[in-house]
């Protein structure tokens, strides 16, 4: 029934509104560009929950950033044998003509895992690539993958809850060579107060402070810098801040927050960034739609521009 209702225009008119997607929760927004045209994959909310029970994930595609396809929703928990519950953020991207899903989700032994789909079309079908998670290792910090391919043929993951990991993934991106690296975090590469030896969750507890690295990193390369945009805690909401380095391994540079914890009314964001059309996109996600919160979140979408030495302005939540 629900394949059946895609493919129906979700949203029309001439000026674009946030959130995007009217019909549904669309928690976690991953775009993607290809031929021409934005593809959405996004998360599941549904009304009534008190926690993020999510079992799967949609694909929204648009020409104009205005008005979206809903492709329906082409993996869910089912779609993983090993998988649980919890589907949470992904982010799909090409390559060669492929394309490559990547989910986290609960495993059947209670952590966190990333897997990864792969299909033919952006849209799907998509299938579990593996069978079996690419990475697992027995904790809940295996959340939000972020991949990217970069110009000499070599993709990189990242993902992480309070540690940031990355691997290189090999050239059929369901596997990877070499050990897993922890991001060494820092003041000067993710902002925030640290103190050895204390999780974000304490430190959260017991002071405010200005900007941790929490999760949802959005790894991207732009004029020869490399990005790493992620949610960040301030004041015990999560805020959009972004790290850059000349290597796609580090090290890091702070550079600040681009959306502060203004109301948004959920207590993540979770964001991407992109170019389409020469222009560039903030695509985050906030509790705004009828019934939203922090358990109901929707994706909305802000233009911006780059400074001229390629740091990302301060950018505010807008309703159109
Ligand atoms: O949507 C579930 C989780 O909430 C995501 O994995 C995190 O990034 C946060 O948005």
């Known amino acids: ?26 928690p976690d927004p991953a775009p993607m560009v290809y031929k021409g045209k934005m593809y959405l994959y996004t998360g599941d909310d549904q009304p009534g929950f008190d926690f993020y029970t999510m079992t799967r994930w949609h694909v ?8 979206w396809t809903d492709h329906g929703s082409p993996i869910s928990l089912e779609s993983f044998s090993w998988a649980r519950d919890r589907a949470w953020a992904a982010q799909c991207v090409e390559r060669n003509g492929k394309f490559y899903w990547y989910i986290c989700a609960q495993t059947v032994d209670n952590n966190m895992a990333i897997g990864v789909a792969v299909s033919d079309s952006p849209t799907g079908p998509f299938k579990d690539a593996l069978g079996k998670p690419l990475v697992t290792t027995g904790t809940w910090d295996n959340i939000d993958p972020t991949a990217f391919v970069d110009d000499d043929g070599q993709a990189y993951l990242y993902w992480g809850n309070s540690k940031l990991f990355y691997v290189k993934l090999n050239k059929d991106m369901t596997t990877y060579n070499g050990s897993i690296t922890e991001v060494p975090q820092s003041v000067e590469a993710f902002g925030g107060l640290r103190r050895p030896g204390k999780s974000n969750e304490v430190l959260q507890k017991q002071e405010k402070f200005d900007d941790v690295y929490v999760e949802g990193p959005w790894f991207y390369k732009r004029n020869k810098q490399y990005y ?27 550079r600040g927050k681009i959306m502060t914890d203004q109301p948004t009314n959920s207590f993540t964001n979770h964001g991407g960034i992109i170019d389409y059309k020469g222009k560039s996109y903030l ?36 309703k159109e």
């Open 228 to 254: 790493m945009m992620y949610a960040g805690m301030t004041n015990r909401t999560e805020c959009l801040s972004y790290a850059t380095s000349a290597s796609p391994t580090g090290p890091w540079k702070y």
């Open 283 to 318: 695509f985050y996600h906030n509790a705004l739609l009828p019934n939203g919160g922090s358990y109901g979140r929707a994706t909305a979408i802000e233009e911006f521009k780059y400074n001229a030495d390629g740091t990302i302005p301060r950018i505010t939540i807008t």
């Open 1 to 26: 029934k629900y394949i059946a209702l895609s493919l129906l225009l979700v949203s029309s008119g001439i000026s674009a509104q946030n959130p995007v997607i009217q019909t549904h929760f669309t």
């Open 60 to 67: 929204y595609s648009s020409d104009d950033m205005v008005n």
